[in-house]
């Protein structure tokens, strides 16, 4: 591999998360019905798998529905379950084919229960696979993660003796083993198509040194070169994590 190679490997996000916004307002603005617009939203999906596999992305978080979708009229809550429960399925061979692993972050025990099956079919057949990690965020919601490994933690402890030593222990590295995120990178780079300029309570915890990419493309419009584009700026930031820049260029001693 030439340096040039290697320069920008190191410069490919591990992990891209995605808040896939924008399916509505592209259905509405082509007179369609909002289902329409989701439909089109799995297409793009099966595509982004290839797109991230192929520029080197490990693992790809999609945040297909949040903890607060469920206040979404019912008639489109439940056309979302539906179609998932009907598109996984066709979407397992092309996983195969790819190589890419299902996984889940999200309370999906809530989920309607044709949707859970289709979703545990999906992750048993995939899950050798060892492209890419494909993470679908299902009833996923980053304060109720957070709130998830409080709760985890305090019942990791039963005397008063037992919970100050937890306590004394606490810290951000040694709670995040509570938020059940295991063989999960930190987000490296988190998109959000559709314009909006807002995280809507998607990975909190790794937002706090995750990089920003806010692009206007509507999700079902989202093409190669709009993921092209976040992962060029991406390789273009230098990611300083409280530092200074010439401590990260290793200018100056530590
Ligand atoms: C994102 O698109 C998909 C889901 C939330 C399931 P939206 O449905 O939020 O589309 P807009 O924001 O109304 O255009
Ligand atoms: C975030 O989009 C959730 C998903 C893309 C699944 P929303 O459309 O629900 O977010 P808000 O309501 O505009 O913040
Ligand atoms: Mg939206």
């Given at each position: 591999m030439s340096s040039l190679e290697d320069q920008s490997r190191r410069h490919v996000p591990q992990h891209v998360a995605i808040i896939m916004d924008g399916n509505g307002r592209w259905a509405k603005a082509r007179g369609l019905s909002r289902l329409e617009g989701h439909k089109q939203g799995v297409k793009r999906l099966r595509d982004v798998i290839r797109w991230a596999r192929d520029a080197g992305v490990q693992q790809v978080s999609l945040?297909?529905?949040?903890?607060?979708?469920?206040?979404?009229?019912k008639v489109e809550v439940t056309g979302l379950m539906t179609l998932m429960a009907t598109m996984l399925p066709l979407e397992v061979p092309k996983m195969m084919e790819e190589g890419a692993r299902l996984l889940t972050l999200g309370d999906?025990?809530?989920?309607p229960w044709l949707a859970r099956k289709a979703l545990q079919r999906a992750l048993d057949a995939t899950k050798n696979n060892t492209s890419i990690d494909v993470i679908l965020c299902l009833n996923y919601g980053g304060q109720q993660e957070i709130v998830g490994g409080v709760k985890k933690f305090c019942a990791s402890f039963s005397t008063e003796k037992e919970k100050e030593e937890a306590l004394a222990k606490l810290s951000p590295e040694t709670f995040?083993?509570?938020?059940?995120?295991?063989?999960i990178y930190p987000v490296d780079l988190l998109i959000r198509t559709g314009g909006e300029k807002r995280i809507s309570n998607f990975h909190l915890w790794d937002a706090a040194y995750a990089e920003l990419y806010f692009s206007d493309t509507n999700w079902p419009a989202y093409t190669e070169d709009d993921l092209k584009a976040a992962l060029d700026d991406y390789a273009g930031r230098e990611r300083r994590f409280g530092q200074t820049s010439e401590q990260i260029q290793g200018i100056v001693d530590e």
């Open positions: 945040y297909a529905f949040s903890t607060e979708n469920w206040k979404r009229p999906t025990s809530k989920l995040y083993s509570y938020l059940g995120r295991e063989g």
